[in-house]
């Protein structure tokens, strides 16, 4: 038995990627993953991935997968998933907000002004303002059990320009979310951690880099993890009994990764690439800074 056997996970955007990668990471540790996003079936989208295959795979991974299709521009389907988490499973003790809309426009070499307001808002109300939604409806579930880990997926893009205003922005607030979230959970057992993820191979960036213009230059391919890095990094923080210690701190995964002696799927250490990318803002604990 893995060591979250019994624990019950809500995963957002965990249809391909790093949404994928963390739900099936959890899932050899033993835990129950409600696997959320939009595409339900094989072939349904562009790109490859879909909940069926994502629950399956947390299956055959030791897990037990849960399918829930979730359109994170609507509140009421966020509303609902949580309501069934509770209802069916009567906790929940990781929530991983992950997902975030990227617009073809997101990767354009262009000003903002010239961009579409609508679709480079998609953004921000997927990346901040639902995982903000989801982390009022699961602390509902877990500050009355008295445990749980509420994390967010961030990046280096919170300090240092990367693509897109909207982009930069959205990570930056989530950072700056979930150190305050930390803040008013303390003494409740519930954390909340912002995690910051360099490049991944996922399916969309894999994409990115063939049909980008300038993409492949910019990207270190030595410093690249698999989209199942970060979800041991996150296995790592739910089974620290002192997560506490953590909660409202933005951390750097490599960083982690290294503290928890945790590699990549092929063993690799992943590089933190603080140096070159940039260092959080915020440290764990009401006020303090990270030393820069």
């Not at 399956?56 to 988490?85: H, P, S």
């Not at 803040?183 to 057992?189: D, S």
């Not at 990549?264 to 070159?276: A, H, N, Q």
């Amino acid at each position: 038995m893995g060591r979250l056997s019994g624990k019950v996970a809500l995963v957002t955007g965990a249809t391909r990627g790093i949404g994928k990668g963390i739900a099936c990471a959890l899932a050899e540790q033993g835990a129950t993953v409600y696997v959320t996003g939009r595409t339900v079936g094989a072939g349904s989208h562009a790109l490859p991935g879909s909940l069926e295959e994502t629950v399956a795979e947390v299956e055959a991974r030791g897990g037990r997968g849960v399918a829930v299709a979730l359109d994170l521009f609507d509140d009421a389907q966020i509303a609902a998933a949580f309501e069934r988490v509770a209802r069916d499973e009567g906790r929940l003790d990781i929530l991983v907000n992950n997902a975030m809309t990227i617009p073809e426009s997101m990767t354009q070499r262009t000003g903002f002004w010239e961009k579409p307001l609508a679709e480079e808002w998609s953004i921000w109300d997927s990346g901040l303002r639902a995982a903000y939604v989801a982390a009022w409806h699961g602390a509902r579930i877990m500050v009355p059990q008295g445990s749980g880990l509420i994390a967010a997926l961030s990046g280096y893009v919170g300090v240092t320009y990367t693509y897109d205003v909207v982009f930069g922005t959205t990570k930056t607030a989530t950072d700056r979310m979930m150190r305050d979230m930390g803040h008013e959970l303390r003494g409740t057992g519930v954390s909340a951690v912002s995690l910051w993820q360099g490049f991944t191979y996922t399916e969309r960036a894999i994409e990115n880099l063939k049909t980008v213009p300038g993409m492949a230059g910019q990207l270190n391919s030595a410093a690249g993890s698999s989209p199942e890095f970060p979800g041991r990094v996150v296995a790592a923080l739910a089974m620290d009994p002192a997560v506490a210690d953590k909660s409202g701190g933005t951390f750097i995964n490599a960083e982690l990764a290294a503290e928890y002696g945790v590699t990549d799927k092929d063993g690799r250490v992943v590089p933190s690439l603080r140096e070159s990318r940039g260092v959080p803002l915020w440290g764990a604990g009401d006020t303090t800074w990270s030393r820069r």
